[in-house]
């Protein structure tokens, strides 16, 4: 799990959005980072498909053609606080 101290989430910056969030552009302990945001008020179909998406990725791992994952912040996830 990711401390929310160690990350920054510029929010003035998205990077891109779909079905379930944005991704906006941030830091983590300095080092350039995209974060994937739930949507505020998301549907229920919408925090299972984001969860299922997470799983894969980390059993996907590293790979030279995938955007690795470091970490989750999932506790406050169905208030739309979570990301990854």
Known sequence: MISLNHIY???TA???SGAFGIVFKGLLDGDPVAIKT????AEKSYLKA???ELKIMIHLGKHQNIVEV???HTKQLRRGDGFF
């Open 70 to 72: 470091l970490g989750a």
């Open 50 to 52: 984001l969860l299922s």
């Open 9 to 11: 989430a510029d929010k």
């Open 14 to 16: 998205p990077l891109g």
């Open 38 to 41: 739930l949507q505020p008020n």
